[in-house]
T-cell receptor, first 113, second 113 residues
Framework: GENVEQHPSTLSVQEGDSAVIKCTYS??????FPWYKQELGKRPQLIID?????GEKKDQRIAVTLNKTAKHFSLHITETQPEDSAVYFC????????????FGTGTQLKVEL | GAVVSQHPSRVICKSGTSVKIECRSL??????MFWYRQFPKQSLMLMAT?????????EQGVEKDKFLINHASLTLSTLTVTSAHPEDSSFYIC?????????FGPGTRLTVT
């Protein structure tokens, strides 16, 4: 089955700086890679996703890059703000896996004033 | 966007009793719903995949007789924790599949005393 590794587990940045979270996946048949933001006690919220036929996708301050050859994808947040503080999860969907997602272990992002 | 509701949001029950959790997709039909369990500061652990009109598919290590799943319609899936014990205390989250994307419910905090 698919295995997703996520780094770092914690990340602290100053407000206005950029934050980068990286994930690697094991199965080259994975074709969809979403990122979720989860605030304490709340539901995970989809913030951006990318499909395997695309190398990069951007939505305002958030971008995701995908390197299929290396089997890794990254979340980039620019101009970080205190409200970006949360736990971020990456995930991968295996082709033919019936929409099942395998999640990374999460990154606790703290944006300090 | 796609909205998923989950009830109850919080439940406390006594050891040995059963608890039912409902998951509804409010503005779309979901042929597939997923049930996750999340312990504090940990990632989402998939318990089972629920398909409308058919039996749920359980992940390895999840007891199907303890965690009963029913997907009665395209907008409703239920998870029943039978004969709950303190070790079943956790945050249970459902999600509904819409195309490639998964949208999560707000979660149910179960405490078994």
């Amino acid at each position: 089955g698919e295995n997703v590794e996520q780094h770092p587990s914690t990340l602290s940045v100053q407000e206005g700086d950029s934050a980068v979270i990286k994930c690697t996946y094991s199965d080259s048949a994975s074709n969809y890679f979403p990122w979720y933001k989860q605030e304490l006690g709340k539901r995970p919220q989809l913030i951006i996703d990318i499909r395997s036929n695309v190398g990069e996708k951007k939505d305002q301050r958030i971008a995701v890059t995908l390197n299929k050859t290396a089997k890794h994808f990254s979340l980039h947040i620019t101009e970080t703000q205190p409200e970006d503080s949360a736990v971020y999860f990456c995930a991968a969907r295996l082709t033919g896996g019936g929409n099942k997602l395998t999640f990374g272990t999460g990154t606790q992002l703290k944006v300090e004033l | 966007g796609a909205v998923v509701s989950q009830h109850p949001s919080r439940v406390i029950c006594k050891s040995g009793t059963s608890v039912k959790i409902e998951c509804r997709s409010l503005d779309f039909q979901a042929t597939t719903m997923f049930w996750y369990r999340q312990f504090p500061k940990q990632s989402l652990m998939l318990m089972a995949t629920s398909n409308e009109g058919s039996k749920a598919t359980y992940e390895q290590g999840v007891e199907k007789d303890k965690f009963l799943i029913n997907h009665a319609s395209l907008t409703l899936s239920t998870l029943t924790v039978t004969s709950a014990h303190p070790e079943d205390s956790s945050f249970y989250i459902c999600s509904a599949s819409f195309g490639y994307e998964q949208y999560f419910g707000p979660g149910t905090r179960l405490t078994v005393t």
